[in-house]
T-cell receptor
């Protein structure tokens, strides 16, 4: 079946602009996660959704970052007033939210802030 | 602070040999452990999950878990050049999200 999809695959923006990143999880996966990976760094957790609710937003770096999920499916991560330090690969993962919590990643969106 | 530690490498292994990748974690109560493979410029791919002490085998891959020692490892038998990648250890500390190590870069030498 289809895996996790993300769009756009690449986004170049100017400092101060807003960007929206989209994630479409595997069908039937109720849990959705956003992570980011900066060059040469490990994966950093941003936010977790169970259905349309976000029980854990603890990883969002600042109030410029927000995310929503609608219909228990597609999620959008929004970064307002982008800064150069926001440049990274933003990865989305989904899981069945069972006790095993196997998370499957999408291809990512590479964000470059000039 | 819940942490996952990996040797960053690089680890070089001759083709056909066994590659051994190691990971330690900070919380003895952790329940779920995962190994992801990440090729350069690609996203992480789940290759093994393990939940109980002992060994779990899947093809050329074996994951080993020792909860008392807070240690999880990945063995790759008959290493192939296509196994060259960064291997990420991830732990679910019981709060749904995964905490990742920084990864071990593995190079298989033909």
């Amino acid at each position: 079946g289809a895996g996790v999809s993300q769009s756009p695959s690449n986004k170049v923006t100017e400092k101060g602009k807003d960007v929206e990143l989209r994630c479409d999880p595997i069908s039937g996966h109720t849990a959705l996660y956003w992570y980011r990976q900066s060059l040469g760094q490990g994966l950093e957790f941003l936010i977790y959704f169970q259905g349309n609710s976000a029980p854990d937003k603890s990883g969002l770096p600042s109030d410029r970052f927000s995310a929503e999920r609608t219909g228990g499916s597609v999620s959008t991560l929004t970064i307002q007033r982008t800064q150069q330090e926001d440049s990274a690969v933003y990865l989305c993962a989904s899981s069945l939210a069972d006790s095993y919590n196997e998370q499957f990643f999408g291809p990512g969106t590479r964000l470059t802030v000039l | 602070q819940k942490e996952v530690e990996q040797n960053s490498g690089p680890l070089s292994v001759p083709e056909g040999a066994i590659a051994s990748l190691n990971c330690t974690y900070s919380d003895r109560g952790s329940q779920s452990f995962f190994w992801y493979r990440q090729y350069s410029g690609k996203s992480p791919e789940l290759i093994m999950s393990i939940y109980s002490n002992g060994d779990k085998e899947d093809g050329r891959f074996t994951a080993q878990l020792n909860k008392a020692s807070q240690y999880v490892s990945l063995l790759i038998r008959d290493s192939q050049p296509s196994d060259s990648a960064t291997y990420l250890c991830a732990v679910n500390f019981g709060n749904e999200k995964l905490t990742f190590g920084t990864g071990t870069r593995l190079t298989i030498i033909p």
